[in-house]
């Protein structure tokens, strides 16, 4: 994989003389999640909002850029290490620790509805989904590394509502969600069990084996063992970490998916007269690439690029076979083989 990546770092190099390669930063795909916040001050085009403020005094619980645990940053790392050409938004939904996929609580509050004076059942949770659907987010993808736990899952209003957000959400982008990580025995688990998420387990490099976790459930996995991510340097002062689980293997594949989409609209992307390079074209100008976008940001079309990467091993998503020996290749070459690639899915 990593030749790859170094392969799409050039196109910072490149977009003086390569359209494709401009284009393709000038549109970074939105990438949205949902988790306990993350150190803002270690990425870069990053924004965020907190979900948690009403009655909390702690300034690491009320702001998403400063947190009191690493696991929110954790995956914000993992999505910018799979994607540089992406556009971060964190939702603070959580206040509390969130470790390996194990599962949270989600807070309930009580609110009045201005348009029915009725009192309605929300969550910060819900609420998160919603702001990231909104135009001020706009999310092509949406992220949620962890389950909630089992108590709330049993909950048939707030699970119902939740549902529906999701629901909503996923009409026009992608959403993934954590497994449990208590293999094959684990419980269903929500938001993972919804129909409109994408449920994503760990798995060794080697592929799924008796100790990958809830394999039965989750839709795909992806290697989730050992992983280096970086880390705020006022909890860790080495400003490095190791994680695992299914939470990570979930924002590798919010991190892949996002690497898709720009790789979509790189290999589709076509050099129209007169086009200024390095210039802020609108989407709409090259309607190749944004149509081809759009078929692949949805959920049952980014899941055949998904199953075309899984090789010989059903559900286990090898991102590295996408294309390979990319060392010699040049940029159209490799365009032109993304381009393949994509028509076959």
């Known amino acids: 994989m990593e030749p790859f990546l170094r392969f799409l770092s050039s196109f910072q190099s490149q977009q003086a003389t390569n359209k494709a390669c401009a284009y393709v930063i000038e549109h970074p795909i939105r990438v949205a999640i949902i988790d306990n916040g993350a150190a803002s001050y270690l990425f870069n085009d990053i924004d965020g909002k907190s979900f948690i403020e009403n009655g909390l005094e702690s300034l690491s619980q009320s702001h998403w850029h400063i947190v009191s645990n690493t696991h929110g940053t954790q995956m914000a790392s993992l999505v910018h290490q799979m994607n540089k050409f992406r556009r971060l938004f964190i939702a603070k939904a959580c206040p509390g620790p969130i470790n390996l996929g194990v599962t949270v609580d989600a807070v309930?509050?009580?609110?009045?509805?201005?348009?029915?004076q009725?009192?309605?059942?929300?969550?910060?949770?819900?609420?998160?989904?919603?702001?990231?659907?909104?135009?001020?987010?706009?999310?092509?993808?949406?992220?949620?590394?962890?389950?909630?736990?089992?108590?709330?899952?049993?909950?048939?209003?707030?699970?119902?509502?939740?549902?529906?957000?999701?629901a909503r959400a996923a009409e026009k982008r992608i959403i993934f969600c954590a497994t449990g990580d208590k293999g094959a025995t684990?419980?269903?688990?929500?938001?993972?069990?919804?129909?409109?998420?994408?449920?994503?387990?760990?798995?060794?490099?080697?592929?799924?084996?008796?100790?990958?976790?809830?394999?039965?459930?989750?839709?795909?996995?992806?290697?989730?063992?050992?992983?280096?991510?970086?880390?705020?340097?006022?909890?860790?002062?080495?400003?490095?970490?190791?994680?695992?689980?299914?939470?990570?293997?979930?924002?590798?594949?919010?991190?892949?998916?996002?690497?898709?989409?720009?790789?979509?609209r790189f290999a589709y992307y076509r050099e129209q007269p007169g086009a200024v390079i390095g210039g802020q074209n609108r989407k709409g100008d090259n309607e190749a690439a944004e149509k081809a976008f759009t078929h692949f940001r949805h959920q049952d079309n980014i899941k055949k690029v998904f199953n075309k990467l899984c090789k010989e091993q059903p559900k286990f998503v090898q991102p590295w076979t996408m294309v390979e020996n990319v060392e010699n290749l040049t940029h159209n070459e490799v365009k032109d083989r993304l381009y393949q690639f994509f028509r076959s899915c």
């Open 108 to 116: 309930v509050e009580v609110r009045p509805s201005l348009a029915t």
């Open 118 to 166: 009725h009192v309605v059942l929300t969550t910060p949770i819900q609420q998160a989904i919603d702001w990231a659907c909104g135009e001020e987010v706009d999310a092509d993808i949406i992220s949620m590394s962890w389950t909630i736990s089992d108590l709330q899952a049993t909950d048939t209003t707030l699970h119902d509502k939740l549902n529906d957000a999701c």
């Open 186 to 264: 684990a419980l269903t688990r929500c938001p993972a069990e919804f129909y409109s998420t994408i449920a994503i387990a760990t798995t060794p490099m080697t592929g799924p084996g008796n100790n990958s976790a809830d394999m039965g459930h989750a839709q795909f996995a992806l290697p989730g063992d050992d992983l280096q991510v970086d880390a705020p340097t006022y909890l860790e002062p080495t400003g490095v970490e190791r994680t695992a689980g299914s939470s990570a293997a979930t924002a590798l594949a919010a991190g892949l998916a996002s690497l898709i989409l720009t790789c979509v």
